[in-house]
Structures are given as C-alpha cells and as structure tokens.
C-alpha cells in the first residue's frame, strides 16, 4: 500500500533528519516505527501522508507518488493521530469534532450522523457524545482524536507515541483497541514509539530508526534477536527478551529461542523444567 525509496529530508536551517528510508508497508498489516528521540520517527510518519515533502526521495501509496494524489483523497485513506491531543481536538463537543472529518469530505447530514455514531462505538465512548472536549481526560482525548479519524473510513491510520501520558491500565486498552481496529476492521495501523514492551504483544512488523535511516526491519522475532542493533539505536530489549538473553549468555541456559513475551517465556520455563526433570530421574 506505502512503498517508501531512499527518502531524505533536511530541515529549513539545515539539520538532516532522514538519510535514505527505503520502507514497504503492506495492506493490514500492523507496524511499529521504533526509534529514540531525534531518530526521525515523527519526521518519518510526517511524510506519509503529505504533510510533509521529500528533499530527495518519493512516497508512493498505491505505486502512485505521494504528491499527485489529490489532498482529499489522502486525507480520507491516511489519516493521522498526533502525539498530544490538545493538538488536534477543537471543536466544543465530541460529537462536533467527531463530524468535523467527514462533514468536510462534504458528506450530508444523516451520512456524518452514521459515521460519528459508528466511530465513537468503535472506541466504545458512544456515551460521551454531547460532552465536552475540556472535560475529558487524557486518556478519553486520545480515543476521541482515534474516533475523529475513524469516522473517515480510512485504510491508514497513523499514530505518533499515541501511549505518551497514559498511566499502564489506559496503555493497555488503548492498544487492544487498536488491535481490534486493525484485526476485525483491516485498518493497516502505523505507530511511531520507543515503548520496546508493546511491541511484540501487537505488532506484526518492526521498522528500527536511528539517525534517520532504518537500522533493522522484519518481525519483532528477527529485530529483537540482534541485541547489539538494538543499543545502538539506544533502545533497550522487551524486559522478558533481556531476561532471557541473559539466561542463554552468562548462565548458558539452553533456550530454543528467544521468548519476548510472558506468555513464550512461561511455556519454555516450563519446557527446561520438564527437560530437567526428566534428567534428574534418568
């Protein structure tokens, strides 16, 4: 769907933020572009959608450059979730910034009134229509600026650190929400973070960023193996996964992988238990 070749961009006062991204990102498929601060993930997501435009480079959606897509039909297949909030939301109301999307696409009334009700179930906040925008919480703005996406009907939906002031129990329902919009719904999901621990619970694919190119790209299975790339894009490993590769380094416990999930590294504790077991009665 997004095909991404040798992509540079070089801020207006001369500072390089991307230094030839070479990126594909299928139809349904859930990414992460993972990187630290000033790795040029914002600066990256920026560009798939228009807002902004290549120094050197292309973005092609659909194999079509980026730039000769008419504005509206970007905006209603990609649409952008920004880190703060406060950044996006503006009208009085949820229901008013809700139907801001879809009543600018120039749909009639009772069409904006469907897609705003559909939406706002789908972040399950169909009780908070007549509310106002001040009075929510964080946690509620976040879904509310999902929501106003939503009711676009895009087939992109990006994220820029959309967990970034959430406490853990929010985190957490705003990610299966998003896994359920990117499973039942087909959305193909973007999320810009450097929260190494979610990734490998919900995303099916990894983009590494460091510097503004792509230090390592594949499943959270692939990327995560390399614990040496993984400092040097100042990151560190899935908490689990560097428990495990200490196992296997320096107590040279014997692992048939890498688990990077409590749920894979419960089954294979358990599996060397039953080995060892089996050892000891022999």
Same mark, same amino acid.
């Given at each position: ?13 001369? #500072? ?8 594909? @990102?299928?139809?349904?498929? /859930? ?15 920026? *560009? ?6 290549? #120094? ?23 649409? +952008? &979730?920004? $880190? ?5 939301? /503006? ?8 139907? =801001? ?19 706002? !179930?789908?972040?399950?906040? $169909? ?5 106002? +925008?001040?009075?929510?919480? *964080?946690? %509620?703005?976040?879904? +509310?600026? &999902?929501?106003? &996406?939503?009711?676009?009907?895009? %087939? ?19 990610? *299966? ?10 959305? #193909?999901? @973007? ?10 619970? =919900? ?6 960023? !460091? ?16 614990? $040496? ?27 048939? *992988?890498?688990?990077? #999930? ?12 039953? &080995? ?7």
């Amino acid at each position: 769907m997004l095909k991404i070749e040798n992509l540079h961009y070089t801020y207006e006062d001369g #500072t390089p933020a991307l230094n030839g991204i070479d990126l594909e @990102i299928a139809q349904g498929e /859930f990414l992460a572009i993972l990187g630290a601060n000033g790795s040029g993930k914002s600066t990256l997501i920026k *560009h798939l959608n228009g807002l902004y435009h290549p #120094t050197l480079g292309r973005v092609l959606l659909d194999g079509k450059p980026i730039e000769r897509v008419e504005d509206k039909e970007i905006f209603s297949r990609i649409g +952008i &979730v920004f $880190q703060d909030p406060n950044d996006q939301l /503006f009208a009085s109301t949820v229901e008013e910034d809700v139907a =801001f999307g879809p009543t600018n696409m120039g749909l009639g009334p009772e069409e904006v009134k469907e897609r705003v009700h559909r939406a706002l !179930h789908l972040v399950e906040m $169909q009780d908070y229509g007549r509310k106002a +925008i001040h009075a929510l919480s *964080h946690g %509620q703005k976040k879904r +509310i600026c &999902v929501a106003g &996406v939503l009711a676009m009907e895009p %087939q992109v939906i990006i994220l820029d650190e959309p967990t970034a002031g959430l406490d853990p129990v929010s985190v957490h329902s705003l990610m *299966h929400l998003l896994e359920d919009l990117n499973k039942k719904e087909r959305i #193909t999901m @973007i999320m810009a973070t450097h929260v190494v621990d979610l990734v490998p619970l =919900f995303m099916s694919r990894i983009a590494i960023l !460091h510097k503004g190119q792509v230090l390592r790209f594949g499943s959270p299975e692939e990327v995560f193996a390399d614990p $040496q790339a993984i400092e040097k894009a100042q990151l560190h490993l899935p908490l689990v996964a560097e428990l495990m590769h200490v196992l296997k380094s320096k107590d040279h416990v014997k692992l048939h *992988h890498i688990p990077l #999930t409590v749920g894979e590294a419960r089954r294979e504790i358990l599996r060397l238990l039953s &080995v060892q077991e089996m050892i000891s009665r022999v």
